[in-house]
Every structure is written in C-alpha cells, then in structure tokens.
Nanobody
C-alpha cells in the first residue's frame, strides 16, 4: 500500500513559479509510476505529468510541456512538480497518484492510489 500527501499549493501571480511535493509512505514506493493530475472547478480531472520508478522516463500534457518538470527521489519517498511560468488556466486542485507498473498512463483510472490534493491558484 502507498499513502500520498501533497503540499506546496498556494496563491501565486501569473508568470510565477511553485514547487509541489508529494510524500509517499510504503516500502515499495520505488516500484510505482508516479503522476500528477489536476482538476479545475467544473472540469474533469486531467493528466499533468508522470514519471517511471527509475526517473528515466517522463510524460507531460501538452499544456504544461516546457513549463513543468516532474522529478522523484526514491530515497526520500517524494515526487515533485516544479511549475514555472504559471498561467491563470493552471488554477486547479493538484493530485498526486501512483500505481505499481512501468507504463506512463495518462488515464486517471489506471492509478490505484491518490492523495487528497493541494490547491494552486494563479492570479492574472
């Protein structure tokens, strides 16, 4: 079992940066694909980024490519999302997710474990 706790969300101005963190518990964290999803009010949850257990492969939504970077530290059981050049449309609740595997799925239903979310608000 993996339990996930997100942190780092806050109010930021457009053009600014934030770093989200997800702390995971569980001895097998290093064997999980980790991902970030987000959900804006009135919209469906959408894929943001994912990373393999080794960190050697990553995937990004087109809307964040070049601005966001996902990384992980298996020794510390954390996965991070560095968000730069933030836009008002990035405003959403951001969720950390995990599943035991190797494919960087973009479908939320492929992920078994979820955090409670952290709110990111980007003002214009």
């Amino acid at each position: 079992q993996v339990q996930l706790v997100e942190s780092g969300g806050e109010l930021v101005q457009a053009g600014g940066s934030l770093r989200l963190s997800c702390a995971a518990s569980g001895r097998t964290f290093s064997r999980y694909v980790m991902a970030w999803f987000r959900q804006a009010p009135g919209k469906e949850r959408e894929f943001v980024a994912a990373i393999t257990w080794s960190g050697s492969s990553t995937a990004y939504a087109d809307s964040v490519k070049g601005r966001f970077t996902i990384s992980r530290d298996n020794a510390k059981n954390t996965v991070n999302l560095q968000m730069n050049t933030l836009k008002p449309e990035d405003t959403a609740a951001y969720y950390c997710a995990a599943y035991p595997g190797v494919i960087l799925f973009r479908n939320q239903y492929r992920y078994d474990h979820w955090g409670q979310g952290t709110q990111v608000t980007v003002s214009s």
